[in-house]
């Protein structure tokens, strides 16, 4: 069975993110993942993790917030300027928390011009943190649209175009399910790259089960038999309290 994390930008949203760790932590997680930690003072995040003795396994970034601003921007030509500054200030935060991954979003892009701007990007930010894992991760478009990076074959030319030994793939079984319709069909073909995995239901990206369209018990039983080591982290939309839905976890599907 996987190591399974807590995705704090959705679950526990009972409480204010710092108490998060907390309720994570008393359920029974032992890493977590934040999307987008920055508005929140960086020596009481690392007090959160640290007091409740958790793994921070991935961020995302930039930007800075998730509320207001664009979802990415490292696809966007001509940003580059603004990555770059956005960027350093995501690399203080990995200084102090040090999260195991750091996710960089594309944004809303397309053409070739967002291609080699994503490719220019990643390999410049691949040299500024040669020690810190980075990753990609695509995103579908029903969800996000206009999101430049959509598509797993899409992620693997970027990947072998930026040749780079620390970016590499976030796999999303949710997303691999809408973007492909076959999200064990999509590990066989790009699992291999893949160093972090987030889940949901494909039904309403709510709590995993065994008999929804993703077949979890399926796909986690592959999972071990690759030898697969990283973490897999819970990063769905609870049906009601986190607590009461956490099922899937206390008893392992």
């Known amino acids: 069975m996987p190591r399974f994390a807590a995705n704090l930008s959705m679950l526990f949203r009972e409480v204010p993110l710092l108490e998060r760790f907390g309720a994570a932590r008393q359920a029974g997680f032992k890493a977590v993942e934040v999307l987008f930690p920055y508005d929140e003072p960086g020596n009481q995040v690392l ?9 921070l396994c991935l961020i995302n970034g930039p930007p800075p917030n998730y509320a ?5 921007f490292a696809a966007l030509p001509g940003g580059e300027a603004r990555f770059e500054h956005d960027f350093k200030r995501v690399l203080r935060y ?20 967002a291609h080699a701007a994503f490719v220019r990007n990643l390999r410049w930010a691949a040299a500024q ?8 991760e695509p995103i579908n478009p029903l969800d996000m649209p206009g999101y430049f990076l959509n598509d797993f074959d899409q992620a693997a030319e970027i990947l072998d175009k930026v040749d780079a030994p620390n970016v590499n793939l976030q796999f999303d079984a949710y997303h691999a399910h809408r973007i492909t319709g076959d999200t064990l069909a999509a590990w066989d073909k790009h699992g291999a790259r ?11 990206r709510h709590e995993p089960d065994a008999t929804g369209a993703i077949d979890y018990p399926a796909f986690f039983a592959r999972l071990d038999a690759d030898g697969y080591d990283g973490w897999v982290s819970a990063e769905y939309i609870p049906e009601g309290l986190t607590e009461e839905g956490l099922g899937w976890f206390t008893s392992g599907l």
Request: glycine share 14%; proline share 6%.
């Open 47 to 55: 007090n959160a993790i640290d007091i409740n003795k958790l793994h």
């Open 194 to 204: 893949a160093v972090h995995i987030q889940m949901a239901r494909a039904e309403g």
């Open 68 to 72: 207001g601003g664009a979802r990415g």
């Open 94 to 113: 990995a200084d102090l928390l040090k999260p195991q991954h750091i996710h960089i979003m594309a944004g809303v892009a397309s053409g070739p011009e």
């Open 129 to 136: 943190a040669p020690g810190q894992s980075l990753t990609i």
